[in-house]
């Protein structure tokens, strides 16, 4: 994609004023660090970051067949779903392998808000629309050009938002939401994040959102928050072995596989995939997402090699140096049979074999 | 930032200290800046030999990976060690403590390096200030 085509969020010239170093992702040019990845990924597991993740994509579903509707393509039982309540899951191939992951939000009984990677957004739209084609009483709308979307994150998370809302923050529970004024306007408020910290996110209309982040900044001055890039949310997301799309899952790979067992529902009724989903449990897993902790010297990335005895056994789906833990560690699809906890694999790594073992996940459990 | 006039710069962006025979090799506070955090410095042993240009090591970010280029040729006679357990010193001090390797420079091989001002105005150029 030429530069030009690229999106801007309403947030470009914040970024800009903050010093975002800005990149091209998923068809947007987005910050991906201000001042520095580990820097904005310590300020978030100690204090507060704030980042814009208006590329996100949000699709509404609604009509008097939602609720059946999204029982079918996602593997997760919206009906447990309760006004207010978001869940998460996956839009499901036949096959039971991703289209997507996503967050479903109960609006009402008839409104559900799907919110959707920003890569996969217009493949996604495209597929429910084709799906829901076959369904009466549901319609299917991108609103994603509506939303602009602030993720708040980090320990200090709700000590800082409170001051810019009247809703009781200690009343919302994780993966809860409110429809409530922030700094005046009204937002969804969601007690849902991808870093493995308490926080929110908050979904405001794109106009109102350049002035919300600078209210953010200005209320959290005290606990020094930090806005954060794409960078610091990939190294926090990896750390919670909170997944990627196109790297730890994709169209490929199934729920089960990617111990993703707890957002699968056999029991909810007929969904995309189910019966293939019931064939690769009932023959048992051929392989599985682990975590890797290198022994050797070297950093896995996504794609390389995992090596058994000099044979090729598997890949590295995301890898980085965790801050938080001071240890180089992937995630990494394996063969069953070599996916127990302390097997010793090598990553190939420009060649060469570097010792690695499994080792358990999520490598970063917040304290509470 | 202004770069040290002690020592040549290549457009790959390592800088090169030569001391009579002895060239240090570093890479330059530019490129670390586009690097971002490091943490894993890989460099070639001491004894190998070094081709002007030529792939000599990897640097790892929390980011990515970059290779490193030789900006002269010569034999490694010493490895900065302390980047094993500090790769921080690449961002801290690049120019300093943050230095990568010591070689037996090929006589020469320094040639069309650019001065301090030239890799300023070659950093200009490139949109990087």
């Known amino acids: ?368 | 930032m202004s770069y040290p006039e002690d020592r040549r710069y290549a457009k790959s962006h390592e800088w090169v200290l030569v001391d009579g025979n002895t060239a240090t090799i570093g890479i330059t506070s530019y490129a670390q800046e586009q690097l971002g955090d490091v943490v894993f410095v890989e460099l070639p042993a001491v004894g190998s030999t070094l081709e002007r240009d030529g792939a000599m090591g990897n640097i790892e970010s929390v980011k990515a990976v970059s290779e490193v280029f030789a900006p002269v040729a010569g034999e490694v006679v010493e490895v900065n060690g302390a980047l094993e357990a500090r790769p921080e010193l690449l961002n801290t001090d690049p120019h300093g403590e943050g230095w990568l390797v010591r070689v037996n420079m090929a006589p020469g091989s320094d040639a069309n390096l650019l001065t301090a001002a030239e890799y300023e105005a070659f950093l200009a150029e490139e949109g990087a200030h």
């Open chain 1, 1 to 368: 994609m030429r530069e030009t085509e690229l999106k801007r969020t309403p947030l470009y010239e914040c970024h800009l004023a903050a010093g975002g170093k800005m990149v091209p992702f998923a068809g947007w040019e987005m910050p991906v660090q201000y001042r520095g990845v580990v820097e904005e990924h310590r300020a978030v597991r100690t204090r507060v970051g704030l980042f814009d993740v208006s590329h996100m994509g949000e699709i509404e579903v609604t009509g008097s067949r939602a609720l059946d509707f999204l029982q079918y393509v996602t593997c997760n039982d919206v009906s447990k779903l309760t006004v207010g309540r978001a869940q998460y899951s996956g839009l499901m191939t036949p096959r039971g392998t991703f289209v997507d992951d996503l967050l479903v939000h109960k609006m009402s009984d008839r409104q559900y808000l799907l919110v959707v990677n920003a890569a996969n957004k217009d493949k996604d739209y495209a597929y429910l629309c084709a799906q829901a084609a076959g369904f009466s009483g549901v319609e299917v709308n991108d609103r994603s050009a509506e939303w602009a979307q602030l993720a708040v994150q980090g320990p200090k998370a709700a000590a800082v938002v409170q001051r810019l809302t009247p809703a009781r923050l200690s009343d919302i529970k994780y993966y809860h939401f409110v429809i409530e004024k922030v700094c005046g306007v009204e937002a969804i408020l969601a007690r849902t994040g991808y870093t493995g910290e308490d926080g929110f996110e908050i979904y405001v209309r794109p106009a109102h959102a350049p002035d919300l982040w600078d209210a953010i900044l200005n209320a959290g001055a005290d606990e020094e928050i930090m806005p954060c890039g794409l960078g610091a949310r990939d190294t926090l997301r990896f750390e919670a072995c909170m997944h990627l799309y196109g790297n730890d899952i994709d169209d490929s790979t199934t729920p089960l596989e990617a111990g993703l067992q707890w957002i699968v529902k056999f029991g909810k009724g007929p969904f995309l995939g189910r019966e293939a989903l019931l064939r690769q449990e009932a023959a048992g897993l051929r392989r599985k997402l682990v975590g890797l902790e290198m022994i050797g010297r070297g950093i896995a990335r996504h794609g390389y090699p995992v090596l058994k005895d000099g044979e090729r056994v598997g890949a590295v789906t995301s890898g980085t140096f965790s801050p938080t833990l001071q240890r180089a560690l992937a995630l990494a699809y394996v063969p069953t049979e070599l996916a127990g906890e302390g097997e010793e694999l090598d990553v190939e790594i420009r060649e060469q074999p570097v010792r690695a073992k499994v080792i358990a996940t999520p490598f970063y459990r917040r304290p509470r």
